[in-house]
């Protein structure tokens, strides 16, 4: 049955990813249609993120008082109709801007419970000894989504515009949600005490406080995901303008657009393909802290070079860098959560690493319109390979290297009697 439902997760998640591929490429193409601002295309990413961080924080108990997986397809349920908003009004000729900010808010909303949710599922299916595998694997159907999705997604765009991709977009949300559906029942989330069966205002407050414990008894994990809030900062500003650089600098249309994203999906398969070959990595800090320097150095380079070629290249080296850290802090998180705080946890995990992206988008936005998308690049690549080589000194980070079990024995005993005290 575990088996069945990890393959059923995979399934579900690599319908999602599939299917975003088709609506972000729609919606941003058809922002950039409407107005012709740089400023609009970080606008809709503001619109999107403002909500997400918002319930991460406020719905981050959710996931472990809810049953997970009817929860994920609900949360699926409200995309699938947040996308039919624009597709309707684009039929029906009466599509306007608010349109999209509204249904990227919506999904943006949604988003932000659908996978942290997802990795709280994960440990309760895989095997607890191969869970960077696990991770890797399903970042790799995710990665092999992305791979097909922006693609095609490029080529149906320029032949027949943006809707008919939202429509591909609405129909794997439809897949998905039935695949949830038909996944055997999984065990509820511990419940240590009957009164977390209950509701009170100040035990979901307390609740969600849990979240934040994780980060305080492992003050290393919380600066990982700092480094990582600082790396998607800049990696949305430089792709929340992949729109005017493919239309501006390059002089090409919605096919460059996701060829360019398909590289990039094609990297991250190398990537993820390298770390299942490798199995369990020790020397942690050095790989994930690397890669996220590696990727900051190439993309200011990227900046200076006005080419398609090397932008195809500069992607997919990023893409391949990528899971080295991805994978890891996933696995990391597995290991180390309680099993019982894996929702909210993982809730707070995504807040504080996408904390910066709103903020990012626009204004990277701001900076491409004052001084040219060229100069975005330059500085969005130099900034977390700045914060990189910093993090590289602190000896704090130096406990998520060797053996995860020291580690684990190492906090259980100095937390005794109790790790997480209000949440057990």
Same mark, same amino acid.
Request: glycine share 10%.
């Given at each position: ?64 008082? !809810? ?29 306007? !801007? ?7 808010? !919506? ?17 309760? *299916? ?10 890797? *694997? ?21 032949? =027949? ?81 992949? *729109? ?28 993820? =393909? ?62 180390? *959560? ?87």
């Amino acid at each position: 049955m575990l088996k069945r439902s990890y393959y059923g997760l995979l399934s579900t998640i690599s319908l999602s990813a599939f299917g975003d591929a088709f609506g972000l490429l729609a919606m941003e193409w058809l922002v950039y249609d409407l107005t012709g601002s740089k400023l609009a295309m970080g606008a809709l990413a503001l619109s999107s993120g403002i909500p997400e961080l918002l319930l991460r924080l406020l719905g981050s108990p959710l996931a472990d008082r !809810l049953p997970r997986v009817r929860f994920m397809a609900c949360l699926a349920a409200v995309r699938l109709l947040a996308i039919a908003l624009p597709l309707g009004m684009g039929l029906a000729g009466q599509l306007q !801007l608010w349109h999209l900010f509204a249904a990227a808010g !919506l999904s943006g909303a949604c988003a932000a419970l659908f996978m942290p949710t997802a990795m709280a599922v994960i440990p309760g *299916v895989a095997d607890s000894r191969k869970l960077v595998r696990a991770f890797a *694997v399903i970042d790799g159907c995710k990665g092999a989504a992305a791979l097909l999705g922006p693609a095609l997604a490029g080529v149906l765009t320029a032949a =027949s515009g943006a809707l008919p991709a939202l429509s591909i977009n609405m129909l794997c949300y439809t897949a998905a949600i039935a695949t949830l559906l038909c996944l055997p029942k999984l065990p509820a989330p511990a419940k240590p005490d009957t009164a977390k069966s209950s509701f009170s205002p100040s035990l979901y407050m307390r609740e969600i406080a849990d979240g934040f414990t994780f980060y305080k008894q492992f003050p290393a994990m919380f600066t990982i995901m700092l480094m990582a809030s600082v790396s998607n900062l800049s990696s949305i500003a430089v792709w929340t303008m992949m *729109v005017p650089y493919v239309r501006e600098v390059l002089h090409r249309d919605a096919a460059a657009m996701g060829t360019l994203t398909t590289a990039f999906a094609f990297g991250t398969l190398v990537g993820l =393909s390298i770390i299942s070959l490798l199995g369990e990595i020790t020397h942690r800090r050095l790989v994930m802290l690397g890669s996220l320097g590696t990727i900051g150095i190439i993309t200011s380079i990227w900046g200076l070079i006005p080419s398609f070629p090397f932008a195809l290249a500069a992607v997919c080296v990023s893409g391949a860098l990528g899971p080295f850290f991805g994978s890891l802090s996933s696995s990391l998180h597995g290991r180390l *959560v309680p099993g019982n705080l894996q929702g909210r946890v993982n809730s707070i995990r995504f807040l504080i690493g996408g904390s910066l992206t709103p903020f990012g988008a626009f204004a990277g936005g701001a900076i491409a319109e004052a001084y040219g998308v060229p100069v975005l690049f330059l500085a969005a690549g130099l900034l977390p390979a700045l914060f990189a080589a910093a993090a590289m000194l602190l000896p704090g980070l130096r406990m998520l290297d060797g053996d995860l079990s020291v580690l684990e024995a190492r906090h259980l005993q100095s937390n005794k009697p109790s790790a997480y005290p209000r949440a057990l």
